[in-house]
């Protein structure tokens, strides 16, 4: 009975998971970790399209001495709570990193790719606070707010390859599609790179650039837009290409499964963008475009790292076993 409830307890379920994870309980911690780090760009977009990059003014704290918001008559409440808000994801995000990565260390057999990529985790949202303290400082340079948000796209490729490392073994890559098809998979990488770096310019030359007198970018925003939509069209034709190279080799349905989600996801990123650009650029939009984009990215990987196999999980390793008690040798009457 003892058993069966402490296993019904969420808390006790979420403690096991982490000091005796399993490959499916660190499997789930990294899923999270990726979803975790969708919700802040979003957030992060949402700071922007409501121009409260400069809520809480002030870095560590938010306003004056006070680490919360506080009255501030430059400074709507609102505005600084959706900056706060901000912050707050960000704490849960590394804290969510750290038991990724004390999960990674308690999982046996202990496997050392694993910990790597899991440490990478906390370490990146420590870097990306520290960024976001830079753009605060700066006052919402663009350059800074661009490497702000580029950090988060670097961090879910950590984030990815624990999620899927986590579900393979660790024997030597075996490729499952030729050289072709995988320098194609890595072109696309780069291809959803270059168009990501594109969006922030031209975000940073947009309406959208977190306050209404922060700086922008001296680019014509129609100049930029049209070089952020040529690269996104290369991604679809690279994407394109994938699938049919991908069926005419034979290559595995979960290879194909993921370039036929990656075109669908670019599709409706491109329609996203084109009504967004039409229509002025409205701030619902904006978000769900930079939503598209992370799951682009995410999805790129995923074709990548379908093209090659690692083998099985490597099986938990059990309780030691216990060595019989030697037998005692009988007393005198």
């Not at 399993?22 to 409501?50: D, E, F, M, Q, Y």
């Not at 986590?166 to 599609?177: C, N, Q």
């Not at 930079?290 to 682009?296: D, F, H, R």
């Not at 990215?297 to 390793?317: C, E, H, K, Q, S």
Request: hydrophobic share 50%; with cysteine; glycine share 10%.
């Amino acid at each position: 009975m003892a058993e069966r409830e402490s296993s019904s307890n969420p808390l006790i379920r979420t403690w096991n998971a982490v000091w005796r994870p399993t490959p499916g309980s660190l499997r789930l911690l990294a899923l999270i970790g990726v979803i975790g780090n969708v919700v802040i760009v979003v957030s992060g977009g949402a700071v922007r399209v409501t121009k409260s990059g400069l809520g809480c003014p002030d870095w560590p704290r938010c306003s004056g001495d006070s680490l919360v918001p506080t009255h501030n008559p430059e400074h709507h409440v609102l505005n600084m709570s959706i900056e706060f808000g901000n912050r707050l994801i960000t704490f849960v995000v590394l804290g969510v990193g750290v038991l990724v990565f004390v999960a990674a260390l308690r999982l046996r057999p202990r496997r050392r790719s694993l910990v790597w990529w899991a440490l990478a985790q906390p370490m990146s949202v420590v870097a990306q606070a520290v960024i976001g303290g830079i753009v605060v400082l700066t006052k919402l340079h663009p350059a800074a707010v661009s490497l702000h948000f580029l950090v988060s796209p670097a961090l879910l490729v950590f984030c990815v390859a624990l999620w899927i490392r986590a579900g393979e073994g660790d024997e030597p890559p075996r490729p499952l599609a030729g050289p072709w098809t995988r320098r194609l998979a890595a072109a696309l990488l780069v291809s959803c790179a270059a168009v990501l770096v594109a969006g922030t310019v031209v975000t940073g030359t947009g309406p959208h650039a977190g306050d209404a007198e922060s700086r922008r970018y001296g680019f014509d925003i129609t100049d930029v837009a049209r070089i952020h939509g040529e690269l996104a069209w290369l991604t679809i034709a690279l994407t394109v290409l994938a699938i049919v190279v991908l069926h005419r080799t034979g290559a595995p349905a979960a290879a194909r499964r993921r370039a036929h989600e990656l075109a669908g996801l670019i599709v409706a990123q491109g329609a996203v963008g084109y009504v967004q650009y039409f229509l002025g650029v409205p701030a619902g939009l904006v978000l769900l475009h930079m939503l598209g984009a992370v799951l682009m990215w995410i999805a790129a990987f995923r074709l990548f790292f379908a093209l090659r196999d690692r083998g099985a999980v490597p099986a938990a390793a059990g309780p030691a076993p216990v060595a019989p008690r030697p037998a005692e040798a009988p007393q005198p009457a």
